[in-house]
Nanobody
Framework: VQLQASGGGLVQAGDSLRLSCAAS????????MGWFRQAPGKEREFVAA????????YYADSVKNRFTISRDSAKTAVYLQMNALKAEDTAVYYC????????????????????WGQGTQVTVSS
């Protein structure tokens, strides 16, 4: 499975961005896709995830009520709508894929995703 992420950029605090991540190579009925981010000098952290076909979504506390993860019904793809961006959201954002529905307790750990996109830079100026 190859993942292609896009949509990053340079924005001002309070602006919005939408990240996209498409998986190619196979068609999956059940999967878990997530977004993680890594800021300079920091460890990679969980941002959001969606389990399909359950349709359940999960968010880090730091992005809850500002970010929304959704899927594309026509293909294996997810989006991350990021609103009210803050300077602390600045990071490289990575999409990740697991071929199946992870148990709820596992969606926040990067170790449970075997496929990763190349990362897309999000920079928020204050």
């Amino acid at each position: 499975v190859q993942l292609q992420a896009s949509g990053g950029g340079l924005v001002q605090a309070g602006d919005s961005l939408r990240l996209s991540c498409a998986a190619s190579g196979r068609t999956f009925v059940y999967y878990t896709m997530g977004w993680f981010r890594q800021a300079p000098g920091k460890e990679r952290e969980f941002v959001a995830a969606i389990r399909w076909t359950a349709g359940s979504t999960y968010y880090a506390d730091s992005v809850k009520n500002r970010f929304t993860i959704s899927r594309d019904s026509a293909k294996t793809a997810v989006y991350l709508q990021m609103n009210a961006l803050k300077a602390e959201d600045t990071a490289v954002y990575y999409c990740a894929f697991h071929p199946g529905m992870l148990v709820v307790s596992a969606v926040r750990s990067s170790a449970n995703y075997g496929n990763w996109g190349q990362g897309t830079q999000v920079t928020v100026s204050s």
